[in-house]
């Protein structure tokens, strides 16, 4: 038997689930995760309650220097927004609850995302 790639799951149309790509992502850009995660704490213990993971993406692009290596065409794609708010929330105790996310409309992945 032949084994695949780890990253390489397919959905039923046989292309890649949003969280496949989104974990191929964060393998191959672990800096992403550490700048997210410095600037979601640092809003936190200024003393937001709630904010949104969008913002945060949209100021590492507004920072212009985000690096990526993304097999698309966007660097950070506005699919793993979401994805990075659950993984965010379950992997920083003190961000828990500090995203806002709707209920997965994709079936999770075992070892994936919640």
């Given amino acids: 038997m032949e084994q695949g790639n780890l990253f390489d799951f ?14 191929s992502f964060d393998a191959a850009n ?11 704490l640092n809003l936190r213990r200024s ?4 904010y949104g993971v969008k913002a945060l993406f949209e100021r590492l692009r507004w920072d212009g220097d985000v690096m990526t290596d993304a097999e698309d065409e966007y660097k950070l794609s506005n699919d793993f927004t979401a994805l990075y708010a659950r993984k ?8 828990r609850g500090f995203f806002s996310v709707r209920p997965r409309r994709e079936p ?3 070892s994936g995302t919640r």
Wanted: hydrophobic fraction near 30%; proline fraction near 8%; charged fraction near 40%.
């Fill in 88 to 95: 965010l929330m379950r992997e920083v105790p003190e961000l």
């Fill in 108 to 110: 999770r992945r075992s």
């Fill in 30 to 40: 672990p800096h992403i995760f550490s700048r997210l995660k410095i600037i979601a």
């Fill in 47 to 50: 003393g937001r309650k709630k």
């Fill in 10 to 23: 397919k959905n039923k149309t046989g292309k890649p689930t949003i969280e496949d790509r989104f974990l």
